[in-house]
């Protein structure tokens, strides 16, 4: 049995969209007997010291983002937690949001090698290539989506999806080992129609299947 916990939706995504999206993916792995568990922000710590095989993080930090005072979920503590757990051999999947408004000194943000920076308003077309610079063919899907540009640590992980779009071009998700633990970042998708997107729905198969497998 695989025990998958998952934390999903903040102020700007819609957490029962990333269930469905998630419920999607997950019944792809069709040789893995999944415990699929969602959590809220509050049992973050609790569920971690269960070792789970792996924490998919689908929230922005931002509890409240448009509010004067602004708090976020994020504690030093938890920062501190989420690493260590990985480096003990478990796994996260930072997910659209889960790489999006925490602080980019964080020991997190530090663990992805990567995080958003910031995304052209509303949703564009946005074109997904599995390989670098190939934006037609096989190899490329498209959507409506928010197209993230972001931050990555290129010289320290394995970048294995690409976008372009109307603002040009970006990073669209990586992964690498990290302690005895994996870690995986996937920016699209940000609408229900996105995350069931075929293509979307089936690279995130391949990156829960590469994070739980020994």
Not at 142 to 154: A, G, I, T
Not at 164 to 184: E, F, L, Q, R
Not at 188 to 196: C, R
């Amino acid at each position: 049995m695989v025990n998958i916990v998952a934390l999903l939706g903040d102020y700007w995504h819609n957490a029962d969209d990333a269930k469905d999206g998630l419920e999607a993916a997950i019944e792809r792995l069709a040789n893995k007997e999944v415990n699929l568990q969602f959590i809220t922000h509050e049992e973050v710590s609790e569920t971690l010291d269960e070792k789970p095989d792996l924490f998919i993080n689908a929230k922005m930090d931002q509890l409240n983002p448009k509010d004067e005072r602004v708090f976020t979920w994020l504690t030093d503590e938890l920062d501190k937690k989420i690493v260590n757990y990985v480096e003990d051999g478990g796994n996260v999947i930072a997910w659209h949001a889960g790489s999006a408004g925490y602080e980019p000194d964080s020991n997190y943000i530090q663990m992805l090698r990567g995080y958003f920076d910031y995304h052209p308003p509303g949703l564009q077309d946005v074109t997904y290539m599995l390989k670098k610079n190939e934006k037609s063919g096989d190899n490329t899907f498209s959507l409506s989506d928010e197209q993230y540009f972001v931050k990555c640590d290129v010289a320290n992980t394995e970048v294995d999806l690409w976008s372009t779009g109307v603002d040009g071009d970006s990073i669209a998700g990586w992964k690498h080992s990290y302690g005895k633990g994996k870690v995986c970042c996937f920016t699209p998708a940000h609408t229900k129609d996105g995350m069931l997107n075929e293509n979307v729905s089936k690279l995130l198969a391949e990156k829960i299947n590469w994070t739980i497998s020994k």
